[in-house]
């Protein structure tokens, strides 16, 4: 059996990591082979770059951010590959849709950075978590990077991650809520969208 990637998508302190570790933990119990993966990746020299823009070590366009995020996606693609390839279920902590609703955010054609990641494997299941920009901010007070801080920001990145998840089927959680009720919703609609046996 071929694995698949479940995509966890929402703004910074949706609990994405948070339900993204549970997910995989939950699977492992039931008998599946599941790994995590995190983007961006800055155990990468792409990613370092990131880490370094991030933190205002350098000044990239909201183009050429992305186009760093996306290039450190296909840095890890024949790892993806072959974790697929092995039958692994990889639970990823952001993927191919952020760089669409960040550079969307700032004005990016969406439509050309989905373009762009049509090489990488799909996602067979994204799970947007949901919550208010306000909720971000109060969950994460100090220590933010440059888009954290920038609320109206985030309201457009939440505004098209809503539109992704129209378009493109996910199951979107609202993430307000304790962690233990988000991720029984988070199994349950791995298992019914994956048939999980």
């Known amino acids: 059996m071929s694995g698949c990637i479940i995509a966890f998508e929402g703004l910074d302190q949706s609990?994405?990591?948070?339900?993204?570790?549970?997910?995989?933990?939950?699977?492992?119990?039931?008998?599946?082979?599941?790994?995590?993966?995190?983007?961006?990746?800055?155990?990468?020299?792409?990613?370092e770059e990131i880490a370094r823009a991030l933190q205002g070590e350098r000044e990239y366009g909201p183009d050429v951010m992305q186009l760093l995020y996306?290039?450190?996606?296909?840095e890890r693609k024949p790892d993806l590959q072959r974790w697929l390839d092995g039958g692994l279920m990889?639970?990823?902590?952001?993927?191919?849709?952020?760089?669409?609703?960040?550079?969307?955010?700032?004005?990016?054609?969406p439509a050309w950075l989905t373009e762009l990641q049509k090489f990488l494997p799909?996602?067979?299941?994204?799970?947007?978590?949901?919550?208010?920009?306000?909720?971000?901010?109060?969950?994460?007070?100090?220590?933010?990077?440059?888009y954290e801080r920038d609320l109206d920001m985030q309201g457009r990145v939440r505004q098209?991650?809503?539109?992704?998840?129209?378009?493109?089927?996910?199951?979107?959680?609202?993430?307000?809520?304790?962690?233990?009720?988000?991720?029984?919703?988070?199994?349950?609609a791995a298992a019914s969208r994956l048939t999980l046996r």
């Open 15 to 47: 609990g994405k990591q948070t339900q993204a570790e549970l997910l995989r933990d939950r699977l492992k119990q039931e008998g599946q082979k599941a790994r995590l993966v995190s983007f961006p990746d800055y155990g990468t020299s792409i990613g």
């Open 70 to 74: 996306i290039a450190n996606r296909y």
């Open 90 to 109: 990889l639970v990823c902590d952001r993927y191919t849709a952020s760089s669409v609703a960040y550079g969307e955010a700032h004005g990016l054609d």
């Open 160 to 188: 098209s991650y809503r539109r992704q998840a129209v378009a493109g089927g996910w199951v979107v959680v609202d993430g307000e809520r304790p962690k233990e009720a988000i991720a029984d919703d988070v199994f349950a």
């Open 122 to 146: 799909a996602a067979s299941l994204t799970i947007m978590l949901d919550i208010a920009p306000e909720t971000a901010v109060q969950r994460k007070a100090v220590e933010r990077d440059r």
